[in-house]
Nanobody, 125 residues
Framework: VQLIESGGGLVQAGGSLRLSCAAS????????VGWFRQVPGKGRIFVAA????????YYADSVEDRFTVTRDNAWNTVYLQMNNLKLDDTAVYYC???????????????????WGQGTQVTVSS
């Protein structure tokens, strides 16, 4: 599977961005899809995920009520709508998929199978 993220960029604090993750080679409808982010010198951390079966969304506490993850199975695309962006949201954002969906371990980087190349999000003051 190939995952391609897009939609990153430079935005002022309080602004919004929508990231997209398009997949080729497999159907998103058969996989859980997640978003992680990474800043220089640190590992990737969980941001959000959307389940395979019921489409339920899960979020890190730091983005709850500001970010929304949705999926469009017809277009094989998952979106991350980011509102009220903060300086601490600056990072490279990665899309990922897994067949080993487990709510208890969804924040673990090792539970995800494939990763996109990442898209840079920079929030300025």
């Amino acid at each position: 599977v190939q995952l391609i993220e897009s939609g990153g960029g430079l935005v002022q604090a309080g602004g919004s961005l929508r990231l997209s993750c398009a997949a080729s080679g497999r159907l998103f409808s058969n996989a859980a899809v997640g978003w992680f982010r990474q800043v220089p010198g640190k590992g990737r951390i969980f941001v959000a995920a959307i389940a395979r079966n019921n489409g339920r969304a899960y979020y890190a506490d730091s983005v709850e009520d500001r970010f929304t993850v949705t999926r469009d199975n017809a277009w094989n695309t998952v979106y991350l709508q980011m509102n009220n962006l903060k300086l601490d949201d600056t990072a490279v954002y990665y899309c990922t998929v897994t067949d080993r969906w487990d709510v208890a371990t969804m924040t673990w980087e090792t539970q995800w199978n494939a990763w996109g190349q990442g898209t840079q999000v920079t929030v300025s003051s």
